[in-house]
């Protein structure tokens, strides 16, 4: 693999995990898109360090991972403040940062949000498979050997010339996202919303929802009054394909929100999270309280250009 070796993990916290924007075009083979549940900090945090957006990154959940680097180099930590530390130092977030050989980069625990980003400047190299670089976990293949990192695993980074001429980038911080609860997610109806009774579609906008602690990287599991369907109607459908944002409803009642994990499924969609929003499920927490909002079409259409005007700005900046 080419590639050099850039950091040594000594702690691999909760759940860390090599990750890039994700494997498409291979649910047909039941292979689901798998990659950084908030691409938004993931992107961003890759054209802070000089890389493509899409270059593999480090995902981390809560605390615990540290990771010595072995060579100077230059790194960027977005998405939720795990209160990020070089040595003793708190790590800026969202900025890039010179890190020297011998320095140990750890999270210490969350101030905000749920899971963080560590970019290097050329990117983690490990071997692409079906066209990512992202780690399946259920299926055992992808980023890091398939799994998630351990104690003692050695990761490589691409080939950059001199990395310091990347150092001290900073992403706006009026552009930076609130992740805060309670969240307030915006939805498109559908494709089985008829199925639902008028009673339960005015209670999925009404009512706030609990984040369950059974909750991962397969779905986020809401807990609430259920919500109901049109009398008569099975508790479940002919599985069919699925995409990240939508919202199911099992038998139960109790909506999951559908994350990367997941390529298919048999229970009915009352909604889905609009493609400006679903950047925002990587970094909620259980225990949270959700709320959702139904928009129009156009309104989902531009919020999605308002946020990618955003690294668009970003991208000339740096130029």
Same mark, same amino acid.
């Given at each position: 693999?080419?590639?050099?070796?850039?950091?040594?993990?000594?702690?691999?916290?909760?759940?860390?995990?090599?990750?890039?924007?994700?494997?498409?075009?291979? *649910?047909?083979?039941?292979?689901?898109?798998?990659?950084?549940?908030?691409?938004?900090?993931?992107?961003?945090?890759?054209?802070?360090?000089?890389?493509?957006?899409?270059?593999?990154?480090?995902?981390?959940?809560?605390?615990?991972?540290?990771?010595?680097?072995?060579?100077?180099?230059?790194?960027?930590?977005?998405?939720?403040?795990?209160?990020?530390?070089?040595?003793?130092?708190?790590?800026?977030?969202?900025?890039?940062?010179?890190?020297?050989?011998?320095?140990?980069?750890?999270?210490?625990?969350?101030?905000?949000?749920?899971?963080?980003?560590?970019?290097? *400047?050329?990117?983690?190299?490990?071997?692409?498979?079906?066209?990512?670089?992202?780690?399946?976990?259920?299926?055992?293949?992808?980023?890091?050997?398939?799994?998630?990192?351990?104690?003692?695993?050695?990761?490589? *980074?691409?080939?950059?010339?001199?990395?310091?001429?990347?150092?001290?980038?900073?992403?706006?911080?009026?552009?930076?996202?609130?992740?805060?609860?309670?969240?307030?997610?915006?939805?498109?109806?559908?494709?089985?919303?008829?199925?639902?009774?008028?009673?339960?579609?005015?209670?999925?906008?009404?009512?706030?929802?609990?984040?369950?602690?059974?909750?991962?990287?397969?779905?986020?599991?809401?807990?609430?009054?259920?919500?109901?369907?049109?009398?008569?109607?099975?508790?479940?459908?002919?599985?069919?394909?699925?995409?990240?944002?939508?919202?199911?409803?099992?038998?139960?009642?109790?909506?999951?929100?559908?994350?990367?994990?997941?390529?298919?499924?048999?229970?009915?969609?009352?909604?889905?999270?609009?493609?400006?929003?679903?950047?925002?499920?990587?970094?909620?927490?259980?225990?949270?309280?959700?709320?959702?909002?139904?928009?129009?079409?156009?309104?989902?259409?531009? *919020?999605?250009?308002?946020?990618?005007?955003?690294?668009?700005?970003?991208?000339?900046?740096?130029?």
């Amino acid at each position: 693999m080419a590639g050099a070796k850039t950091f040594e993990v000594l702690s691999p916290g909760i759940m860390s995990t090599v990750q890039d924007l994700g494997r498409f075009g291979c *649910a047909r083979y039941g292979v689901a898109a798998s990659g950084a549940l908030d691409g938004f900090a993931t992107r961003v945090g890759n054209l802070l360090v000089g890389n493509d957006e899409n270059a593999a990154v480090v995902e981390t959940t809560l605390m615990g991972l540290r990771m010595k680097a072995l060579r100077d180099t230059v790194v960027a930590v977005t998405g939720g403040n795990l209160q990020p530390r070089s040595d003793r130092d708190l790590l800026p977030l969202w900025r890039s940062k010179l890190v020297r050989e011998g320095e140990i980069i750890g999270f210490s625990g969350p101030a905000s949000g749920f899971r963080a980003y560590l970019a290097v *400047a050329g990117g983690f190299k490990v071997a692409s498979v079906m066209g990512s670089r992202s780690t399946n976990l259920a299926s055992g293949f992808g980023g890091f050997e398939g799994r998630a990192l351990r104690k003692g695993d050695i990761l490589a *980074a691409g080939p950059t010339g001199d990395p310091v001429r990347f150092a001290d980038r900073v992403f706006p911080p009026e552009a930076v996202p609130v992740y805060a609860s309670p969240w307030r997610l915006r939805i498109l109806w559908g494709p089985q919303d008829d199925h639902f009774s008028e009673e339960g579609r005015q209670t999925f906008v009404t009512a706030a929802f609990s984040v369950s602690p059974d909750s991962d990287r397969t779905g986020i599991r809401l807990n609430g009054p259920a919500v109901g369907r049109k009398p008569g109607l099975d508790e479940s459908i002919i599985s069919e394909g699925i995409l990240s944002g939508a919202i199911q409803v099992p038998g139960d009642g109790q909506p999951i929100i559908i994350l990367g994990e997941t390529a298919s499924g048999g229970y009915r969609k009352i909604a889905t999270v609009v493609s400006a929003d679903l950047h925002l499920l990587g970094q909620i927490t259980p225990g949270d309280e959700i709320r959702f909002e139904a928009v129009a079409m156009e309104t989902a259409v531009q *919020a999605l250009r308002e946020l990618q005007n955003k690294i668009d700005k970003f991208k000339r900046s740096l130029k």
